[in-house]
């Protein structure tokens, strides 16, 4: 079974800052997909940045990219120029494709210090 | 309007009350999913179904039931609901073969607490 690890359960940034989020993941396959999801104290699931794992280029979306290195079955989330409404717990998540739902990692919440 | 509704959105009940969560969907994906959060440990699947006549077992589906009423319906039973079940829980959904991206889309989450 696939497993997904967030060695980070808190992290702390200036508002402003650069901050990036760790995620490591086990899997045996070759075709698959990995996602950030953002959830706010408002508890809705949002997802920030999704990346195939086919593609070698990272995944941007505005002042959110990834660094993700396949051979090393990491895949990173750079936050940069935080902002207070990017406080919230972060999710990485996995997903086999064509498979059945995702593996989620056990998050990291991120705090932005004003 | 959300795309993916979820009822109730909070509700505490006592143990041994049958509970039903209900979700909605007007997005037109096929797949639809029940999670389970509890903090610390992340999103734990409960069910899935792949369309009305498909319905599969997740990680930690005991205690728990599912029905698909429809293509937009997919609703969570509690037959007899336990302290340790008091959770956050999602319904999410995910397009079928025909553009798949692979990522879910969640409901608001319905806050159960078993008392």
């Known amino acids: 079974a696939q497993t997904v690890t967030q060695s980070q359960p808190e992290m702390s940034v200036q508002e402003a800052e650069t901050v990036t989020l760790s995620c490591t993941y086990d899997?045996?396959?070759?075709?698959?997909?990995l996602f950030w999801y953002k959830q706010p104290p408002s508890r809705q699931m949002i997802l920030v940045i999704r990346?195939?794992?086919?593609?070698?280029q990272n995944a941007t979306e505005n002042r959110f990219s990834v660094n993700f290195q396949k051979a090393a079955k990491s895949f990173s989330l750079k936050i940069s120029d935080s902002q207070l409404g990017d406080a919230a717990m972060y999710f990485c998540?996995?997903?086999?494709?064509?498979?059945?739902?995702?593996?989620f990692g056990k998050g990291t919440h991120l705090i932005i210090q004003p | 309007d959300a795309d993916v509704t979820q009822t109730p959105r909070n509700r505490i009940t006592k143990t041994g009350k049958r509970i039903m969560l209900e979700c909605s969907q007007t997005?037109?994906?096929?797949?639809m999913y029940w999670y389970r959060q509890d903090p610390g440990l992340g999103l734990q699947l409960i069910y899935y179904?792949?369309?009305?006549?498909?319905?599969n077992k997740g990680e930690i589906s005991d205690g728990y039931s599912v029905s698909r009423q429809a293509q937009a319906k997919f609703s969570l039973s509690l037959e007899s609901a336990i302290p340790n079940q008091t959770a956050l829980y999602f319904c999410?959904?995910?397009?079928?073969?025909?553009?798949?991206?692979?990522?879910?889309?969640f409901g608001e989450g319905s806050r159960l607490t078993v008392l």
């Open positions: 999410a959904t995910s397009r079928g073969l025909a553009g798949y991206t692979g990522e879910l889309f």
């Open positions: 899997t045996s396959e070759s075709d698959y997909y």
């Open positions: 990346q195939e794992a086919y593609k070698q």
């Open positions: 998540a996995y997903r086999s494709g064509g498979a059945d739902g995702l593996t």
């Open positions: 997005k037109g994906h096929d797949r």
């Open positions: 179904s792949f369309d009305v006549k498909d319905i």
